[in-house]
């Protein structure tokens, strides 16, 4: 007999397995700059040539026309990179120039195929694009290729540990030699999992492409990022988020400024959700304190010599754990990017500096320093260190580089949003604190083979839309009839704890299950 537990309010949305064959691309002015021909190239930035950020993008050419590698720009060729583009992926970038672009990524392996089709699906009604599905496997490769999905695998002859290209072998993309199954539950070689992961944004930053990074177990709302993240991409009016995808409205040439909140982050290297829990706490962006990460779940990397130069570093951590004989699931890549991304706030002098950095690279935006006198503008910080933006056997001048938090009421975790419910709190309309995203952490349930928790707590909140019919018309529903919990019980409770406290819901969950 199958029990199924089945939220008061649900509605089943259904997953369009076209859903990214009709997706057009907008693209932005600018040259693209990295390792393209030579994968040993030093990263250079380019000045941006006057007025470019605001130019209208170039008439993309024709996606019917771009069926031969002769006719695809240098960067998407297969022996341009170590990534191999599938088709659907050809069709969405080629009519792109990468420089100035945001590219929504995510990378997974077939293990989380309901959690990719959930992640897609997602997307799509936020339409974000152009996106980018990072495969590590060839199961994964098979189903994005055959429901016309963008995506890209590391080239087989690729091995991840040194970066250089070996003789190359028998399968048709980079597999894997450990038995991956739930990443951060398994036992299996973690390092591997997190080379193949920096790889991709290695190449991705490197061809001139922001990446914006987001986990599978994150749904995405709406796609208002870039009031948090961008002062050169166009955000969505109401009218553009009710167009249809064919209606080939074009953003890019609207920029708008973030929010006062973000001017500052908005020109930070590498932007950092966190598993913060106080909102007040938060107001300013500080790095969270003890006991609360930075959480890699949803993360922006701006292509600058600054991201490239913190993800060498995180790779290098990985690198540096192997053959150790105490790993376990507690050292995964986001401990280690914990380690890495580490810095002081920037202060009078050191923000003379930056504007002096972003004025050289051409990024410079002076109204982000302009006084806010009504509003907390998030902070910024810089890098402890100078780090080489290149692989180890280049040399080249070490930078630092720059980092922010991304608010938690936008940028929801699993408490924040089952639990502190801020979709709900008192301004929660407002561009600053309108929920984009929302991730499943703080979940239980899960086990080594699959994140049973995430997915029923999604269900839960209407956030799931993979499930299938049958799932609704078989097996046998329990209702409880009644309080599961006296109301002095949670009187006593919630004098105890704050209302973003763990400990609250823990112990208000106890007697439901014991009622149950």
Aim: charged share 20%; net charge negative; glycine share 6%.
């Amino acid at each position: 007999m199958r029990v199924s537990h089945v939220a008061a309010t649900f509605f089943l949305v259904g997953l369009p397995f076209s859903l990214y064959r009709a997706l057009n691309s907008v693209s932005s002015a600018g040259i693209s700059y990295g390792r393209l021909h030579d994968q040993h190239a030093i990263i250079q930035e380019v000045l941006p040539s006057q007025g470019e950020a605001a130019a209208p993008p170039p008439a993309a050419k024709p996606a019917a026309t771009l069926t031969a590698d002769s006719e695809l720009p240098r960067w998407l060729h297969p022996d341009a990179s170590a990534l191999m583009y599938n088709q659907a992926a050809r069709m969405e970038l080629a009519p792109i120039t990468p420089r100035g672009t945001t590219l929504h990524f995510t990378f997974g392996s077939s293990v989380m195929m309901d959690f990719v089709k959930n992640w897609l699906h997602f997307v799509k009604l936020a339409k974000l694009h152009p996106i980018l599905v990072g495969a590590a496997d060839h199961s994964l490769v098979s189903f994005c290729d055959a429901e016309s999905v963008p995506s890209a695998a590391i080239i087989p002859e690729l091995d991840v540990w040194t970066y250089t290209r070996r003789p190359k072998p028998k399968g048709a993309v980079y597999e894997m030699r450990s038995e991956w199954k739930y990443f951060r539950h398994h036992n299996s070689d973690f390092l591997e999992m997190g080379l193949v992961k920096v790889a991709f944004l290695w190449e991705l930053l490197s061809t001139g492409f922001h990446v914006l990074i987001s986990d599978l177990d994150v749904v995405w709302l709406n796609g208002h990022w870039q009031r948090w993240m961008s002062w050169t991409e166009g955000a969505r009016t109401n009218a553009d988020t009710n167009a249809d995808i064919d209606s080939h409205v074009d953003t890019a040439s609207r920029p708008t400024p973030p929010v006062p909140e973000a001017f500052r982050i908005a020109l930070a290297d590498i932007l950092v959700t966190t598993d913060e829990l106080d909102h007040e706490r938060d107001r300013n962006g500080g790095r969270p304190g003890a006991g609360t990460d930075l959480n890699t779940g949803v993360v922006y990397f701006r292509a600058t010599l600054g991201s490239l130069a913190l993800v060498q570093e995180w790779r290098k951590a990985m690198l540096r754990q192997k053959d150790r004989k105490d790993l376990n699931e507690n050292v995964n890549d986001q401990s280690l990017f914990n380690q890495v991304v580490r810095g002081s706030p920037i202060g009078d002098r050191e923000t003379q500096e930056w504007i002096a950095e972003l004025n050289e690279t051409g990024r410079m935006v002076a109204r982000a320093f302009e006084p806010q006198p009504s509003k907390v503008v998030r902070m910024v910080f810089r890098s402890s260190r100078a780090l080489p933006p290149c692989l180890p056997n280049v040399e080249c001048r070490p930078v630092h580089f720059t980092f922010g938090t991304l608010p938690m009421r936008p940028f929801t975790g699993g408490h924040t949003w089952f639990n502190q419910n801020v979709q709900h709190m008192e301004g929660h309309e407002r561009p600053e604190f309108e929920p984009v995203t929302v991730h499943f952490t703080f979940q239980f349930g899960d086990t080594g083979d699959y994140p049973h928790g995430k997915r029923q707590r999604a269900r839960e909140a209407a956030l799931w839309a993979v499930d299938p019919p049958e799932y609704f018309t078989e097996g046998i529903f329990v209702a409880i009839d009644g309080p599961t919990y006296e109301r002095e019980e949670m009187e006593a409770v919630y004098a105890r704890f704050p209302e973003w406290s763990p400990q609250r819901h823990m112990f208000m969950d106890a007697p439901q299950r014991q009622a149950i």
